[in-house]
């Protein structure tokens, strides 16, 4: 869990375009999701009231900014069913709960340094990211969302976050992948599996793979110093 919790919307568009039936684009650079996301449909992961916050409620202070239960309890559920179809235990609420800070703390504050980088997403955006989600997943949106507890304006929220993050890592990090990395990592499966195919054919893939491992790193890197330098509070 504690590797990069950037893209909090990979596990339910996964999920989403899993159970329509499938799309690889969803599925590159989530390094996080179980290995048969399919499942992620036919399961779900109970909260209790107890678990919850209450939306107005504040739960982590990052500089001068509040993030409260309205972003914290449907994190919460997404971070912890992650943890079940991982086959990681459950029953530790005060884990689950310090790892959806964690996360929340990393996304504030790489919203913070967007916005101080004057990186936005607009309405339009959000809309047509939106649109583009629901045309591939067909009807299995609506339940994917009962299933997470998130409404259409939550969803839409969280996907606004993470267009954010995605033009932020397009922005400011210097991400590089050579030849030679490809033609390595390429050997590397070829001494696994003689029947993995030619270079050629699975050069892109392991040119994107290999791209977003490096994005994570460098996002993590850069998280990492911004944490030095804030002024964190947690509030519950």
Do not use: W
């Not at 996080?32 to 992620?40: G, K, L, M, R």
């Not at 009231?49 to 994190?75: F, R």
Request: net charge negative; charged share 35%; hydrophobic share 30%.
């Amino acid at each position: 869990m504690k590797k990069l919790l950037m893209f909090t919307l990979a596990l339910l568009t996964t999920a989403v375009l899993a159970a329509c039936g499938g799309d690889d684009s969803a599925k590159e650079g989530n390094q996080e999701t179980p290995d048969n996301p399919s499942e992620q449909a036919q399961e779900s992961v109970e909260v209790t009231e107890e678990e919850k916050v209450g939306e107005d409620e504040s739960v982590v202070k990052v500089n001068d900014s509040e993030v409260t239960g309205e972003k914290y309890n449907p994190i919460y559920l997404q971070v912890k069913t992650t943890m079940q179809q991982s086959g990681e235990d459950i029953s530790d609420k005060e884990k689950i709960k310090d790892l959806t800070l964690d996360l929340l703390v990393e996304q504030e504050l790489i919203l913070q340094d967007a916005e101080r980088a004057g990186i936005e997403v607009t309405e339009e955006e959000v809309e047509q990211e939106y649109a583009n989600i629901k045309e591939q997943s067909g009807d299995q949106l609506p339940a994917m969302l009962e299933q997470f507890q998130l409404t259409e304006e939550q969803f839409k929220s969280q996907l606004s976050d993470d267009l954010v993050t995605t033009k932020y890592m397009e922005s400011e990090l210097d991400v590089e992948v050579t030849d030679e990395e490809v033609e390595e990592m390429y050997n590397q499966l070829k001494g696994q599996n003689e029947d993995v195919g030619e270079l050629k054919e699975l050069e892109e893939p392991i040119r994107q793979q290999l791209r977003s491992q490096k994005e994570q790193e460098q996002l993590m890197t850069k998280v990492e110093e911004l944490k030095k330098e804030a002024d964190v509070e947690t509030l519950i």
